[in-house]
């Protein structure tokens, strides 16, 4: 057994014209913390469902050892009952029922004849809250917090159970970075205790924070499994697209021409708590053909700013707007639309993609004839315009008649992105654009930016990640509680600076 917990053998999994798992070989050792890493559509996810019994034994090739003996699950309650449990990409908790209810979903604690103890469960979701330092009411829906405290709430859930592995698939990607700090807290203490952790992340410094070892995945296969004293990123980034990238960021020098939007004054209200600002009193250019970057901390308003702009909070702004000099009234997205501008959103369940239609559907749905002045693409243009994108963007997939819901969580993003760019905006605001996105896509994504910019797109970017709004902007703006607090050229920028005033200072 030499210290493996769980040995995978040979895994092969087939989807229709997919091989998504080819042979795959995966070892992990009791108690450590194992990073699983390759590129978007690598296989990564689709390992950790066949671990976990979302596909049951017989609908893929190869074996399950655990703990020395081989499992044959039929489905998640098996593997749990194994000491498995699973944390999805797409977080799954059910958003009508409060907290504790979410944690002991299914395994309730009860009194006689079956009745469900309530004070118990509060109880126990209170100590296991309190463990995890997340200071909530166990009592609340869940749909009142934000992602990155559902996110906690789900290893709440997992550890309510009988752990003794535990899989993360991408858990920090809506993260801040407090709540990051938290949960590899939690991860640290839980190896204390002896329980194995699988780690799913396109972070590579996340990689080196917290694992000991390290599984690449590439196609479908297992390129193989190094221990993290082994690696540096150049390692692990070669190994995961096949080739050396060089750079990690295309940066052109961009000659920006004339102020095509100006944003005066304007403000945010909460349309929750009235008087509240979410953004407040901001004034800004863009010009045709720059990057501008927004950067600052989680919560600074930089969200509610574009959407603002965009006529995502109608009724509650303040300011004005004017594209080429002219005065424009944003009230609602399609107007947005009508005047040349793109969004696309930081969250990826919310930003309308219909999950059940064809990367082609999807593709093409913002640029329907209606929001472009009557000028419609045809089918042939449509099909021209998604293999474009497809292949620009490397999204994964045997063909554009794929439904999406059968994509990789990443390649679902590439779709969203694709979306947005057939539009051919004049500005396209960029919302954490490669958040879950593989390193070597992340370059397409940044070299497309170029590309608009050479066109004389101006292209906003939101980002969270300092080396990628350095590494692109030629300008960056850094908002902080809600005003600008800011502006750095990137030749004078430094993270030392940014975050000098993201935090408050001048
Ligand atoms: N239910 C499905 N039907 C058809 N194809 C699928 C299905 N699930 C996954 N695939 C395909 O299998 C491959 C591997 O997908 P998987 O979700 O495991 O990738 P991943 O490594 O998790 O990627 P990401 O980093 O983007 O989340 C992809 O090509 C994907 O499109
Ligand atoms: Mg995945």
């Given at each position: 057994?030499?210290g493996?917990?769980?040995e995978m053998?040979?895994?092969t999994?087939?989807?229709p014209?997919?091989?998504?798992?080819?042979?795959?070989?995966f070892r992990?050792?009791?108690g450590?913390i194992?990073a699983l890493v390759?590129?978007?559509g690598?296989?990564?996810?689709?390992?950790m469902?066949?671990l976990?019994g979302?596909y049951p034994?017989?609908t893929?090739?190869?074996d399950?050892i655990?703990?020395?003996k081989k499992r044959?699950f039929?489905?998640?309650k098996d593997?749990?009952?194994?000491g498995i449990?699973?944390?999805y990409q797409e977080?799954?908790l059910?958003h009508?029922?409060?907290?504790?209810?979410n944690?002991f979903?299914?395994h309730?604690?009860?009194?006689l004849?079956?009745?469900?103890d309530?004070?118990?469960l509060?109880y126990k979701?209170?100590k296991?809250?309190h463990k995890l330092?997340?200071n909530i009411n166990?009592?609340?829906?869940?749909n009142?917090f934000?992602?990155?405290?559902?996110q906690?709430?789900?290893?709440?859930?997992a550890?309510?159970?009988?752990?003794?592995?535990?899989i993360?698939?991408?858990?920090?990607?809506?993260?801040?970075e407090?709540?990051?700090?938290?949960?590899f807290?939690i991860?640290?203490?839980l190896k204390?205790?002896?329980?194995?952790s699988?780690i799913?992340t396109?972070?590579?410094?996340?990689?080196?924070?917290?694992?000991?070892?390290?599984?690449v995945?590439r196609?479908g296969?297992?390129i193989g499994?190094y221990?993290?004293?082994e690696?540096?990123e150049d390692?692990i980034?070669?190994?995961?697209?096949?080739r050396?990238l060089i750079d990690?960021f295309?940066?052109?020098?961009h000659?920006?021409?004339?102020?095509?939007m100006?944003?005066k004054n304007?403000?945010v209200?909460?349309?929750?708590?009235?008087d509240r600002?979410?953004v407040?009193?901001?004034s800004l250019?863009i010009?045709?053909?720059?990057?501008?970057?927004?950067?600052g901390?989680m919560g600074?308003g930089r969200?509610?700013?574009?959407?603002?702009i965009f006529g995502?909070?109608?009724?509650?702004?303040?300011?004005?707007i004017f594209i080429?000099?002219?005065e424009?009234k944003?009230n609602?997205?399609?107007?947005?639309?009508?005047?040349?501008?793109a969004l696309?959103?930081e969250?990826?369940?919310?930003n309308?993609?219909v999950?059940d239609?064809?990367?082609l559907v999807n593709t093409?749905?913002?640029?329907?004839d209606k929001?472009?002045?009557?000028i419609?693409?045809?089918?042939n243009?449509?099909?021209k315009?998604?293999d474009?994108?497809?292949?620009?963007?490397?999204t994964k997939?045997?063909?554009?008649?794929?439904k999406v819901?059968n994509?990789?969580?990443g390649n679902?993003q590439k779709?969203?992105?694709a979306?947005w760019?057939?539009?051919?905006?004049?500005?396209?605001?960029?919302?954490e654009?490669?958040?879950?996105?593989d390193?070597?896509?992340?370059?397409?994504i940044?070299?497309?930016m170029n590309?608009l910019v050479?066109?004389?797109?101006?292209?906003v970017?939101i980002?969270?990640?300092?080396?990628e709004?350095?590494?692109m902007s030629?300008?960056?703006?850094?908002m902080g509680?809600?005003?600008l607090r800011?502006?750095?050229?990137?030749?004078?920028?430094?993270?030392?600076?940014?975050?000098?005033?993201?935090?408050?200072?001048?």
């Amino acid at each position: 057994m030499h210290g493996h917990i769980l040995e995978m053998k040979g895994i092969t999994k087939e989807f229709p014209g997919v091989k998504a798992l080819d042979n795959v070989n995966f070892r992990v050792k009791k108690g450590e913390i194992h990073a699983l890493v390759g590129e978007n559509g690598a296989g990564k996810s689709t390992l950790m469902k066949v671990l976990s019994g979302v596909y049951p034994t017989g609908t893929f090739d190869g074996d399950i050892i655990i703990d020395g003996k081989k499992r044959d699950f039929q489905n998640i309650k098996d593997s749990e009952e194994c000491g498995i449990s699973i944390i999805y990409q797409e977080l799954a908790l059910v958003h009508q029922m409060s907290v504790g209810e979410n944690i002991f979903l299914n395994h309730e604690p009860t009194k006689l004849k079956g009745v469900i103890d309530d004070d118990k469960l509060y109880y126990k979701t209170h100590k296991l809250l309190h463990k995890l330092k997340l200071n909530i009411n166990p009592r609340m829906k869940v749909n009142s917090f934000g992602v990155g405290v559902q996110q906690l709430i789900e290893i709440a859930k997992a550890l309510s159970k009988k752990t003794e592995i535990l899989i993360l698939d991408e858990p920090t990607a809506a993260l801040t970075e407090s709540e990051v700090e938290i949960l590899f807290r939690i991860l640290n203490n839980l190896k204390d205790h002896g329980v194995t952790s699988i780690i799913i992340t396109h972070k590579l410094n996340e990689v080196f924070e917290i694992s000991d070892t390290v599984t690449v995945l590439r196609d479908g296969k297992t390129i193989g499994t190094y221990d993290i004293e082994e690696l540096d990123e150049d390692k692990i980034i070669s190994r995961m697209v096949g080739r050396e990238l060089i750079d990690l960021f295309p940066r052109v020098v961009h000659t920006p021409g004339k102020v095509i939007m100006e944003v005066k004054n304007f403000s945010v209200y909460d349309p929750d708590v009235p008087d509240r600002k979410l953004v407040d009193n901001v004034s800004l250019e863009i010009k045709e053909g720059e990057i501008l970057g927004i950067s600052g901390l989680m919560g600074a308003g930089r969200t509610e700013l574009v959407m603002g702009i965009f006529g995502g909070f109608k009724g509650k702004v303040e300011g004005q707007i004017f594209i080429d000099g002219k005065e424009v009234k944003i009230n609602t997205p399609m107007d947005a639309i009508k005047n040349k501008l793109a969004l696309v959103t930081e969250d990826r369940k919310g930003n309308g993609l219909v999950l059940d239609q064809s990367i082609l559907v999807n593709t093409t749905l913002a640029s329907l004839d209606k929001v472009t002045n009557g000028i419609t693409l045809n089918e042939n243009e449509e099909i021209k315009w998604t293999d474009k994108f497809v292949k620009d963007l490397r999204t994964k997939t045997p063909s554009i008649e794929q439904k999406v819901k059968n994509l990789s969580g990443g390649n679902q993003q590439k779709v969203v992105l694709a979306k947005w760019l057939i539009t051919e905006p004049k500005i396209l605001f960029l919302d954490e654009p490669t958040r879950g996105i593989d390193v070597g896509a992340k370059y397409e994504i940044y070299s497309i930016m170029n590309e608009l910019v050479d066109q004389g797109v101006a292209v906003v970017m939101i980002s969270s990640e300092l080396p990628e709004i350095m590494g692109m902007s030629d300008r960056i703006l850094v908002m902080g509680e809600g005003k600008l607090r800011g502006e750095v050229h990137y030749t004078r920028a430094t993270q030392e600076k940014i975050m000098h005033f993201a935090t408050g200072g001048n």
